[in-house]
C-alpha cells in the first residue's frame, strides 16, 4: 500500500499565479481531508470529502481557495491568485470511514514569493 | 474551544519509558481518545485510540483514567525517532459521524541521547 500520494512536494511560485495541489488517497478510503498547517496557526483542516462529495469547507479561508473529487482516487487543491500568506505546508489525509482514524500525506510545500 | 489540554513540551532519555499525560475533562461518553504524531517535516501519524479500556498496540500503550477525564499515552522504549509533537485529540467514534479534528499545540517529545 502506498499510502496518500501528494505532489508535488515542493512548490514556489509568485505572488498572482495559479496554484494546483494534487492528492490521490489509499485506495478504498471514502473520506478525504485538506489540511494547512503553519507556524503561528497550527494544524487547520480545511475542507472534508466523503464519498467525494464536500461535506465541510467551513475551512476554506477565502473564495480564492477552491477543491474539488472528480473520483474516489484522485483531489486537486487550487489557489487562485496565490498570495504571500498562502505559504504553509498543505497536507491531504484520507481514512475508511468519516470518524475513523486519518493517514496523512507527506505534505506539499508552498512558498508564494 | 480546546477539548484537550497537553503539556507543551517534554524530555525523555532514550531507552526510558515516555509517559505523555492529556486531560479531557469534558469528554462525553461517546468520545474517544485518539493520539497522533507529527514528526518534523512529515505528516502526522495515526498512534492509538480507545474509549474507556487501555490500549497497547505496536506503537504505544494507551492509559484512560476511570472517570475518562485524562489520559496517559506510553512509549514503553523510547528512540530518537520518537522525538515528534504528540496530539491528543477527543472525537467521536465511528458510529459517531463526521465531526472536524482540532490537533491544537501538542507536546514536543525531546529523546535525548
Known amino acids: 500500500d502506498a499510502g496518500v500520494i501528494q505532489s508535488p512536494r515542493h512548490e514556489v511560485t509568485e505572488m498572482g499565479q495559479e496554484v494546483t495541489l494534487r492528492c490521490k488517497p489509499i485506495?478504498?478510503?471514502?473520506?478525504l481531508f485538506w489540511y494547512r498547517q503553519t507556524m503561528m496557526r497550527g494544524l487547520e483542516l480545511l475542507i472534508y470529502?466523503?464519498?467525494?462529495?464536500?461535506?465541510?469547507d467551513s475551512g476554506m479561508p477565502e473564495d480564492r481557495f477552491s477543491a474539488k473529487m472528480p473520483n474516489a482516487s484522485f483531489s486537486t487543491l487550487k489557489i487562485q491568485p496565490s498570495e504571500p500568506r498562502d505559504s504553509a505546508v498543505y497536507f491531504c489525509?484520507?481514512?475508511?470511514?468519516?470518524?475513523?482514524?486519518?493517514?496523512f500525506g507527506p505534505g506539499t510545500r508552498l512558498t508564494v514569493l | 474551544d480546546a477539548k484537550t489540554t497537553q503539556p507543551t513540551s517534554m524530555d525523555c532519555a532514550e531507552g526510558r519509558a515516555a509517559n505523555l499525560p492529556c486531560n479531557h475533562s469534558?469528554?462525553?461518553?461517546?468520545?474517544?481518545v485518539y493520539w497522533y504524531r507529527q514528526i518534523h517535516s512529515q505528516g502526522p501519524q495515526y498512534i492509538i485510540h480507545?474509549?474507556?479500556n487501555n490500549e497497547t498496540n505496536e506503537m504505544a500503550s494507551l492509559i484512560i483514567t476511570e472517570d475518562r477525564k485524562s489520559s496517559t499515552l506510553i512509549l514503553p522504549h523510547a528512540t530518537l525517532r520518537d522525538t515528534a509533537v504528540y496530539y491528543c485529540?477527543?472525537?467521536?467514534?465511528?458510529?459517531?459521524?463526521?465531526?472536524?479534528?482540532?490537533f491544537g499545540i501538542g507536546t514536543k517529545l525531546q529523546v535525548i541521547p
Open positions: 469534558t469528554i462525553s461518553g461517546n468520545e474517544y
Open positions: 485529540i477527543v472525537r467521536p467514534g465511528i458510529s459517531g459521524g463526521y465531526q472536524k479534528v482540532t
Open positions: 470529502f466523503n464519498n467525494n462529495v464536500p461535506i465541510d
Open positions: 489525509a484520507s481514512s475508511q470511514r468519516e470518524a475513523a482514524e486519518q493517514f
Open positions: 485506495s478504498g478510503h471514502n473520506s
Open positions: 480507545g474509549l474507556k
